[in-house]
């Protein structure tokens, strides 16, 4: 398995962007797709956004909307989550996650490895 620690989470007010940052290790291989998923209070962990491990397939759920963007740096072991325009509704738990394989992404099942998540509050 992959440890996984995210980063940059916190409170910005609305129509702020943020930048997360999850940061792996303990795989030496970077031969896996990575995602991102976030759980608000009362509600079920839901997908955001996945990458390919050449980061060439990059799905995304149907909010986003074009405000998120989602990347990776192999050489860093790092993947990034770009959020512009946030809004009160993107306060959630954020969290990366390291794929079993090419399939699935936007299925929790599809992954193996979880980060411990960082909070995002939107709010004025």
């Known amino acids: 398995q992959v440890q996984l620690v995210e980063s940059g989470g916190g409170l910005v007010q609305p129509g702020d962007s943020l930048r997360l940052s999850c940061a792996a290790s303990?795989?030496?291989?970077?031969?896996?797709?990575m995602g991102w998923f976030r759980q608000a209070p009362g509600k079920e962990r839901e997908f955001i956004a996945a990458?390919?491990?050449?980061?060439?397939?990059?799905p995304y759920a149907d909010f986003v909307k074009g405000r998120f963007t989602i990347s990776r740096d192999n050489a860093k072991n790092t993947v990034y989550l770009q959020m512009n325009d946030l809004v009160p509704d993107d306060t959630a738990v954020y969290y990366c996650?390291?794929?079993?394989?090419?399939?699935?992404?936007?299925?929790?099942?599809?992954?193996?490895?979880w980060g411990q998540g960082t909070q995002v509050t939107v709010s004025s």
């Open positions: 303990g795989r030496t291989s970077s031969n896996y797709a």
């Open positions: 996650a390291a794929a079993k394989g090419p399939a699935a992404l936007r299925k929790e099942y599809g992954y193996d490895s």
């Open positions: 990458i390919s491990w050449r980061g060439v397939t990059t």
